[in-house]
């Protein structure tokens, strides 16, 4: 598409969802009978950027946890930010910049606002809390002792400002300083500290309470990203034996090698949900920067085991073994999202499955499943319209079954939407985040094989 064809579209998308206050009423939207699939794929990545532009905090300039369109928008909501998501947003701002919905000074300046909230807001041994009040960047609690460092939630943090930081110019005095700040806050992160005088990583720890959540990390979910960050830290490392005693348990992580759902193999053992796999968000947010292709351990081919894992999800769905009203080949993707009554983690199994469908699940697969993931991106749109659809792009989750359609938005769904529609079309973001030479000290130090360069240990 040229430049003009896409400033067209993105005018009249304008006119489409308007500009401003994100709390403000969003007016009608109209949903046009039919487009084509390349002009949907460009708007829903539009749209749903917009979440990190557009429906920002002010003052911080970082994501909102979330966004309710439907009135059960809290005003104490709208201050609150969210450190993993914004990770997810900082890297959708790079896209907007590469595809022309913002400037990149526009986008610079963000970043500059950002960063310097980041740097005065509250930190545990460098690492973030998991939510902020942007107003303040004082510590939202997110549970009784939770109210110190979430090194998870930190990391996904950094996996975005590090992918930023590679896509800045040294060459340029202003992206120069950009670099140096992001570097400042990457090596203040104490992954060695989240270790607890153990081999394993800590999920938290705080002021008041020390270690009490007690949150061994050890796999697989959606962490894997955070022993990479650990062995790739510059200033406070952590040793390869924490990766394959603690996250993959001496081995343990490996599943059976004759181990099949509908056909398809799961190399590793899902935490919690071994026979039919995860959440799907388990394939998208360490692998946000981190590309899967061609990534290889002695655990798993990458790759291969998300790309698995997302079509397990959907044969589930087409299957429908509890009869939901709704499900099948163009409507399927289970992840945790909002859900009939509150936020579930769903997934493909008879408890876990409540028929609830979350459009980031299959929107965020599309490097793995493309034509699947376009053909229910092209359902949604054409058959359930203004029902699923809104400013912001996809709303989180939706149940046919309970003829329930809340119009909210959540940061951690919205973003991997962006990023990995971008991975799908260019794998800009994978090819930013591995060009970090420390992430190539950090996997080869782990045993890891990529594309990206040839592992000489095996460790």
């Not at 993993?84 to 606002?113: D, H, N, P, Q, W």
């Not at 930023?164 to 060695?192: A, K, P």
């Not at 990203?225 to 993959?248: D, F, N, R």
């Not at 009203?325 to 409540?354: C, I, K, Q, V």
Request: glycine residues 10%; negative net charge.
């Amino acid at each position: 598409m040229t430049r003009i064809l896409l400033y067209v579209l993105l005018i009249a998308n304008l006119l489409l969802i308007g500009c401003g206050d994100p709390n403000k009423s969003t007016g009608e939207l109209s949903i046009p009978e039919k487009i084509s699939e390349d002009s949907l794929f460009n708007l829903v990545q539009y749209r749903t950027f917009q979440y990190f532009w557009e429906g920002a905090e002010p003052n911080s300039g970082l994501a909102r946890e979330r966004y309710h369109v439907d009135g059960e928008y809290s005003q104490n909501d709208q201050q609150v930010v969210t450190s993993g998501g914004s990770g997810f947003g900082i890297m959708a701002l790079i896209v907007g910049m590469e595809r022309g919905y913002i400037s990149r000074v526009e986008g610079l300046e963000r970043m500059e606002r950002i960063l310097g909230f980041l740097e005065s807001a509250d930190k545990f041994h460098g690492a973030f809390p998991h939510w902020w009040f942007g107003d303040t960047g004082k510590v939202k609690p997110f549970s009784s002792n939770d109210d110190g460092g979430d090194l998870v939630e930190t990391s996904f943090l950094i996996q975005g400002l590090l992918t930023f930081r590679q896509y800045m110019s040294e060459n340029s005095t202003r992206e120069s300083d950009i670099i140096s700040r992001i570097n400042s806050l990457w090596e203040g992160v104490e992954y060695d500290f989240y270790r607890n005088g153990q081999d394993v990583l800590y999920w938290h720890w705080s002021p008041n309470h020390g270690w009490k959540m007690n949150f061994a990390v050890k796999g697989y979910d959606e962490c894997l990203i955070m022993y990479v960050l650990g062995a790739s830290s510059p200033t406070h490392p952590i040793p390869a034996e924490t990766y394959h005693k603690g996250w993959a348990k001496n081995g343990e992580i490996k599943n059976d090698p004759t181990h099949e759902a509908y056909g398809y193999h799961l190399s590793l053992r899902h935490n919690g949900s071994e026979q039919n796999g995860g959440p799907l968000f388990w394939a998208h947010y360490s692998y946000l920067g981190l590309s899967p292709k061609g990534l290889k351990d002695r655990y798993a081919d990458y790759w291969e085991h998300n790309t698995n894992h997302t079509l397990i999800n959907r044969a589930w769905c087409i299957e429908n073994p509890l009869g939901f009203e709704g499900y099948g080949a163009y409507s399927w993707g289970l992840t945790s999202s909002y859900s009939t009554n509150g936020y579930a983690g769903h997934a493909p199994t008879e408890t876990r499955d409540r028929g609830v469908i979350s459009p980031t699940a299959a929107l965020s697969s599309i490097p793995y499943t493309p034509e699947y993931s376009k053909e229910a991106m092209s359902y949604w749109y054409h058959e359930l319209g203004e029902k699923v659809f809104g400013k912001y792009g996809f709303y989180d989750a939706f149940s046919e079954t309970e003829e329930w359609f809340p119009q909210r938005y959540l940061a951690i769904d919205q973003g991997p939407i962006v990023v990995m529609m971008e991975n799908h079309r260019t794998g800009l973001l994978w090819d930013l985040f591995m060009s970090a030479p420390e992430i190539k000290i950090g996997l080869e130090k782990l045993g890891f094989e990529s594309i990206y360069f040839s592992s000489e240990s095996k460790n």
